[in-house]
């Protein structure tokens, strides 16, 4: 597509609940990233995905936190048990290469609110 | 652990008036980037500078990197009420993987 495509943009979830976060990137995109930012904060990193692999989950804050891409393309960020700390906006961002300095493409985020 | 710090985390100024933004670290980045966030909405990248010592011009926009790659700053020049945002610093970390590390933001209003 024309530009990174995050669903839903808006979600309110009961504590307790799992809910599925997906990112659909620029076509041909390699490299794909999820970012967590809390309001009017910095972005925390949580996963880097270089095709279907995950190099690096470091950022993934407990084990509720899951994803995984398919096809070297959609990407989905799974939160189980959901808290009421996970409240963020999580940004998906892809790049066309691994190498930083290529810059990322984000979507608009999605908000995620659990009460 | 690599850490950017951003300042001032708040700007108010009036159109017209010019405005510095800060980015430092104690650590070397292999390159640094500065985005812009407006509510809703993702980051939008500006620009991307790798080289110590390079600054790049972008319209009314100056950004510099520190000779030593640890420290980056944004110039605006007479700011308008349409630059009012989030301005994110970016750098990459040491693994190679593309993954970026944030500055914690600053927002910038500009009041007509």
């Known amino acids: 597509g024309a530009g990174v495509s995050q669903s839903p943009s808006n979600k309110v979830t009961e504590k307790g609940k799992d809910v599925e976060l997906r990112c659909d990137p620029i076509s041909g995109h390699t490299a794909l990233y999820w970012y967590r930012q809390s309001l009017g904060q910095g972005l925390e990193f949580l996963i880097y995905?270089?095709?279907?692999?995950?190099?690096?989950k470091s950022g993934l804050p407990s084990d509720r936190f899951s994803a995984e891409r398919t096809g070297g393309s959609v990407s989905t960020l799974t939160i189980q048990r959901t808290q009421q700390e996970d409240s963020a906006v999580y940004l998906c961002?892809?790049?066309?290469?691994?190498?930083?300095?290529?810059?990322?493409?984000f979507g608009s985020g999605t908000r995620l609110t659990v009460v | 652990t690599q850490l950017l710090e951003q300042s001032p985390q708040f700007l108010s100024i009036q159109e017209g008036e010019n405005l510095t933004v800060y980015c430092n670290s104690s650590s070397v980045f292999s390159s640094l980037q500065w985005y812009r966030q407006e509510p809703g909405e993702g980051p939008v990248l500006l620009v991307t500078?790798?080289?110590?010592?390079e600054v790049k011009k972008l319209k009314r926009l100056t950004f510099q990197f520190g000779d030593a790659r640890k420290d980056s700053s944004l110039h605006i020049t007479a700011a308008q009420p349409g630059d009012t945002g989030l301005y994110l610093c970016a750098g990459e970390g040491p693994s190679n993987t593309g993954k970026l590390i944030f500055g914690q933001g600053t927002t910038l209003q500009v009041k007509p």
């Open positions: 995905f270089q095709g279907n692999s995950a190099p690096d």
């Open positions: 961002a892809s790049s066309s290469s691994w190498a930083a300095n290529y810059g990322y493409t």
């Open positions: 500078v790798v080289t110590g010592g």
